[in-house]
């Protein structure tokens, strides 16, 4: 595609349910990271993959957290038993290149999550 | 961790004025520092970076500083244009070389 896609741009959902969110990054880009952004702050680290692998999952806050890329190119980020503080956006970025330093980031418009 | 610290949090500067934001990092090891502007209800873009192993890079109306030494890096941006209103994110690497961690932002209003 001509750039990062994020679906669906909108969620809004009950305290406890579970949510996916999808990403579809540029076409042969292999690097591909999720963030989050609260409002009045900058992106959050989550999760980077190269590939269909996990680099770095450091920044998922906690185990309702977990991120897919099963054929290194549609990735979904899965929460479970949504809580409040989980509202934000959650963007998704592209790389065509291995690691964050050897190339733009290209982000998607985000997917906005409120959990109510 | 790394953790970037970047301010002011907001800058409001009449049209044509210079515009400065300043950011420092932690991790003495960082080696890369993108800086990225989101338009209101827009995504991050990338307009500027610089890397570890040159002091200043300049584009244009834009210019980025690096002083290593003091873990500090600036945002110049000169003759600035309401088109410029955005908010500005730095970055750095974080230890491991996968992620960039940002800056909390800076909110800049170019009055005309």
């Known amino acids: 595609g001509a750039g990062v896609s994020q679906t669906p741009s909108n969620k809004v959902t009950e305290k406890g349910k579970y949510v996916e969110l999808r990403c579809d990054p540029i076409s042969g880009h292999t690097a591909l990271y999720w963030y989050r952004q609260s409002l009045g702050q900058g992106p959050e680290f989550l999760i980077y993959?190269?590939?269909?692998?996990?680099?770095?999952d450091s920044g998922l806050p906690n185990d309702r957290f977990f991120a897919v890329r099963p054929e290194g190119s549609v990735s979904t980020l899965k929460i479970q038993r949504t809580e409040r503080g989980d509202s934000a956006v959650y963007l998704c970025?592209?790389?065509?290149?291995?690691?964050?330093?050897?190339?733009?980031?290209?982000f998607g418009e985000g997917s906005r999550l409120t959990v109510l | 961790g790394e953790n970037v610290e970047q301010h002011p949090s907001t800058l409001s500067v009449q049209e044509g004025d210079s515009a400065v934001i300043k950011c420092t990092y932690s991790?003495?090891?960082?080696?890369?520092f993108p800086w990225y502007k989101q338009e209101l209800g827009k995504r991050p873009q990338l307009i500027i970076d610089?890397?570890?192993?040159?002091g200043e890079k300049k584009d244009q109306r834009i210019a980025v500083t690096l002083n290593k030494t003091a873990k500090h890096f600036s945002l110049h941006i000169t003759e600035t244009q309401p088109e410029d209103s955005a908010v500005y994110f730095c970055?750095?690497?974080?230890?491991?070389?996968?992620?960039?961690?940002f800056g909390k932002g800076t909110t800049l209003s170019v009055s005309s």
């Open positions: 970025a592209s790389s065509s290149s291995g690691g964050p330093n050897t190339g733009e980031l290209f």
């Open positions: 993959f190269q590939g269909t692998g996990a680099a770095d």
């Open positions: 610089i890397r570890s192993n040159v």
């Open positions: 991790d003495s090891a960082s080696n890369y």
């Open positions: 970055a750095a690497i974080n230890q491991a070389g996968t992620a960039l961690i």
